[in-house]
């Protein structure tokens, strides 16, 4: 089959690799019919993420038709169609149970390795490095699935596929950054970043019943968006105006009740301190670039919540923890628990209270994906979210 | 694969093999900080004190009383000297503070050697400018002296550096992670898996099950009166053997093993199982020895041993856990391939680990 494989920083070349093949009984294939480009697979693709290896298949958010079923699989049925959870979930561990399935114990078989770097192990990824599985991605023409009961949500026949495909990470993974700021009445919430995920963070903010959603990026096509398509009612330019100061003024002093950091660890800070992150970064002295955290953390109200949804790899640097310790502010951060958001979300979309498929932009064939990488990582062409159709 | 036999000579006469020693485990109790927490640590020995004091005493000579040193030394009291032999007290008593002042001063110690040689060439160049009211004798008996000095120097130097910070006190109380003293290999690991202490200990029960878990392993076959015969990898595609027995076997509580007293690698095992707070199942506590019996055979299975990172344990756990909770071991793309490192992409047919082909 064709697939779009890592071969090194900022490269990506679509090659033929083996078909997938079912290794575990739970086990499915299916056959992919709508994959996307996620803003994290930059971070990939630009370097930033530790133990890639050339070859490795990219994509982690993916939908399609079940070809294939291992032996113990029983709900799931060839000819299916599916959208697919990017964690991967067995659905019987501790964490699995409790509803956080991108904390699945059981299913990143390189866990002694995410161990080393990050303490404890999370839940194997698609297409997300080898300290995450080493799993092959989605942005292919097929995929195996493990835990084919688990992960995979059959998909009615009124939702495209452009509506469905942001359920396997995209929306899921906005919606719990507006639900982690513990939304009431009168909140006013702040979004740092427009990307995709941004979007779905400020749409699902406004759904949450927030009263006011503030939008923060450089670009003017995707504030645009913020206002026009997601529902933020304020946006602000971080190039041209001091976002601590905006904010200030906008909630008469308090600050953002909640603060969603949907930036992660490429974030651009103006000036000196954005010069130092880019110098130690590029030297290996710190992973990530936490500019929009920093900025998250000094602006949140008093005794409220920083949501962090954006990626981060590593450690950072002038982390502002007087400002969280004497304020009382709290972090919740997390890969998201897509299995536990998906049906609602689905729901949301049946009822028509949101059309997720707003944010893309560029529509691709698979062969195309280099393509659609170069433009998204360089904003190019108004980029907001490319998806690949394979077998086009 | 080439086998490496261990002499198996199995008692048969019914006498007692295995010398039982109980598995070490660290007292988990808490006492309170230690009395001596609020003291001022200092390690200073009797002779670095006296370095310190010694450079203190001369620096002040030097510098107040440069003539009369300068008399003592042999060399002439001309202004020159008398302004060397200042600056020279000016870097005794810095030294002489720093040691007396630092509370491991290493670095000042070793600053005298430096100080030491500067002396030692100053007083060798007067020695050969001739006449010029240097006297020769006393020159020379000053050269013995600081050459005296220097040696204590270097010798206290070389003892400091390689002596380690001492601890602020070891407390009984506190909780340890295993280290053998004797050279032994100890590793431990721990995972908590969703089943009963009964569940898990049937798996441990029977040893057979043993290399499905942990990865070092090749088999385990029982002989029967609780021992079996082991059969571990070793490098270059070499494999070691070994029998044990099992010492002691509490239902659902803890099992515990080890290699019979002749054989050449002394392995300790022992797995416990305690029920996990709440609905979290059931802790495991995996903790193997291996000590070498001594013997070229013995030395290098040893190695073996010591070259298994803790991480790999943690692995055979890990591994453990799914073929309880799951009923197999799951694989990636990358882990279900022979051919390692393989990248996340799909593999051939052949390329899969043979245990995988055919599902």
Redesign the interface.
Same mark, same amino acid.
């Given at each position: 089959m064709r697939?779009n !494989?890592w071969e090194g920083a900022k490269h990506v070349k679509v090659e033929t690799? +083996?078909? +997938?093949?079912?290794?575990? &009984?739970?086990d499915c294939i299916i056959k992919i019919s709508t994959t996307c480009i996620c803003g994290s697979d930059l971070h990939l693709f630009n370097g930033f993420v530790p133990t890639m /290896? #050339?070859?490795?298949?990219m994509g982690h958010e993916m939908m399609g038709e079940v070809v294939e079923t %291992?032996?113990?699989v029983k709900k799931v049925k060839v000819g299916d169609r599916v959208v697919v959870p990017f964690p991967i979930a !067995?659905g =019987?561990?501790?964490s699995c =149970?409790k509803g956080m399935t991108s904390l699945c /114990?059981? &299913?990143n078989?390189?866990? #002694?390795i995410a &161990?080393?770097i990050m303490g404890h192990s999370p839940s %194997?990824v698609f297409?997300y490095s #080898?300290m995450l599985? %080493?799993?092959?991605?989605g942005q292919a023409e097929y995929a195996?699935v493990?835990f084919a009961d688990v992960g995979p949500l059959k998909l009615p026949d009124d939702v495209t596929d452009e509506q469905a495909v942001m359920l396997a990470d995209i929306f899921p993974t906005g919606y719990m950054g507006a639900e982690m700021c513990d939304i009431a009445p009168g909140d006013t919430i702040a979004v740092w970043g427009c990307g995709p995920v941004g979007q779905f963070a400020i749409a699902s903010a406004k759904l949450l019943g927030a009263e006011r959603v503030i939008a923060i990026d450089r670009f003017p096509y995707r504030l645009r968006m913020a206002r026009e398509r997601a529902g933020a009612d304020i946006t602000i330019n971080y190039e041209e105006t001091s976002v601590m100061e905006a904010l200030r003024e906008l909630t008469g002093g308090r600050g953002p009740d909640g603060c969603v950091d949907a930036v992660g660890l490429e974030a651009h800070t103006p000036g000196l301190v954005g010069l130092y992150d880019k110098a130690k970064q590029s030297m290996r002295q710190e992973n990530d670039r936490p500019g929009a955290l920093r900025e998250a953390i000094m602006s949140v109200a008093n005794g409220r919540t920083v949501s962090v949804i954006g990626v981060y790899s590593g450690f950072i640097d002038k982390f502002p923890m007087g400002s969280l310790m004497n304020r009382s502010v709290t972090i919740k951060s997390g890969q998201c628990h897509v299995h536990r958001y998906m049906q609602p979300l689905l729901d949301r979309i049946q009822k028509g209270e949101i059309d997720p498929s707003f944010v893309i932009t560029h529509r691709m064939k698979l062969e195309d994906a280099p393509v659609g990488y170069d433009i998204f990582t360089h904003k190019e062409d108004e980029c907001m979210k490319v998806v690949l159709k394979p077998g086009h | 694969m080439a086998t490496q036999q261990v002499p198996n000579r199995t008692r048969h006469d019914g006498s007692d093999g295995a010398q039982h020693r109980p598995m070490t485990r660290a007292p988990r109790n808490w006492k309170g900080a230690p009395d001596h927490y609020s003291e001022t640590p200092d390690w200073k020995d009797g002779t670095t004190k006296f370095l310190g004091w010694f450079s203190i005493g001369l620096g002040l000579a030097e510098i107040f009383a440069p003539r009369a040193v300068a008399k003592l030394v042999g060399v002439s009291d001309e202004d020159e000297h008398v302004g060397t032999l200042r600056q020279f007290g000016v870097r005794e008593i810095a030294a002489g503070l720093g040691i007396l002042t630092r509370p491991k001063p290493t670095y000042w110690v070793w600053s005298r050697v430096g100080g030491d040689a500067i002396d030692l060439t100053w007083l060798t160049r007067r020695l050969r400018d001739s006449g010029e009211g240097n006297d020769r004798t006393k020159l020379l008996a000053a050269i013995t002296a600081v050459a005296g000095i220097t040696a204590l120097d270097i010798m206290q130097g070389a003892k400091m550096t390689s002596e380690k910070l001492p601890s602020t006190g070891h407390d009984e109380g506190s909780f340890q992670v295993g280290k053998g003293d004797d050279g032994t290999v100890r590793l431990e690991a721990q995972v908590t898996v969703g089943a009963s202490p009964q569940e898990c200990y049937e798996f441990w029960k029977n040893l057979e099950n043993l290399p499905r878990v942990v990865g070092h392993l090749e088999s385990v076959r029982t002989l029967g009166e609780g021992r079996s015969h082991w059969k571990a990898k070793a490098p270059a595609g070499m494999s070691v053997e070994w029998d044990t027995e099992t010492i002691e076997d509490r239902p659902n509580e803890y099992i515990a093993w080890h290699a019979l007293e002749h054989e050449q690698v002394d392995n300790l095992g022992s797995v416990t199982f305690v029920p996990a707070p709440g609905d979290r199942g059931t802790e495991i506590h995996l903790e193997m020895e291996y000590h070498p019996r001594g013997g070229a055979l013995g030395a290098r299975i040893a190695n073996v041993f010591k070259k298994l990172p803790q991480m790999e344990l943690m692995m055979d756990l890990r591994r453990f856990k799914q073929l309880i909770e799951l009923g197999e071991v799951v694989q990636s793309d990358a882990t279900a391939s022979r051919k390692t490192p393989h990248p996340a992409q799909p593999n051939a047919s052949n390329e899969l680990k043979s245990e995988l082909r055919n599902r």
């Open positions: 697939a !494989c690799v +083996p078909d +997938p093949q079912i290794i575990n &009984s739970t /290896e #050339h070859g490795d298949i %291992g032996k113990n !067995c =019987k561990c501790y =149970k /114990e059981n &299913s078989p390189n866990a #002694h &161990s080393a %194997g297409g #080898h599985g %080493g799993f092959a991605g195996r493990p | -």
